[in-house]
């Protein structure tokens, strides 16, 4: 079983940056696919940006793409989303998630089958 803890979140004003932080434990990180989504009052959680287990694809969507980076560290099982340009826009609670060597081939963005899931944290970007 693996368990994802996301922390970062909070209130910032527009045109402020954030990182959040998803630490992985319990699966060797090298097997993991990570991805974050983020839910809005709109229905559907939204996958935003996702790092497959290698580190070798990334994908954005074209919502966050040029604004937001994806990264991991495999010496501390975490994978970063450094975000930059937020606009109230960004508002949403922003989950991790992760999959064992899911592909990144054009994904769904509103594909929510990915097995692990985080607790989720807030993030606030006020005008």
């Known amino acids: 079983q693996v368990q994802l803890v996301e922390s970062g979140g909070g209130l910032v004003q527009a045109g402020g940056s954030l990182r959040l932080s998803c630490v992985a434990s319990g699966s060797p990180f090298s097997q993991l696919t990570v991805g974050w989504f983020r839910q809005t009052p709109r229905p559907a959680r939204e996958l935003i940006a996702a790092?497959?287990?290698?580190?070798?694809?990334?994908y954005y969507s074209d919502s966050v793409k040029g604004r937001f980076t994806i990264s991991r560290d495999a010496a501390k099982n975490t994978v970063y989303l450094q975000m930059s340009g937020l606009t109230p826009e960004d508002t949403a609670v922003y989950y991790c998630?992760?999959?064992?060597?899911?592909?990144?081939?054009?994904?769904?963005?509103?594909?929510?089958?990915?097995?692990?899931w985080g607790q989720g944290t807030q993030v606030t970007v006020s005008r």
């Open positions: 790092i497959t287990w290698n580190g070798v694809t990334t």
């Open positions: 998630t992760a999959d064992q060597l899911r592909a990144l081939r054009a994904p769904n963005p509103t594909d929510d089958s990915w097995v692990f």
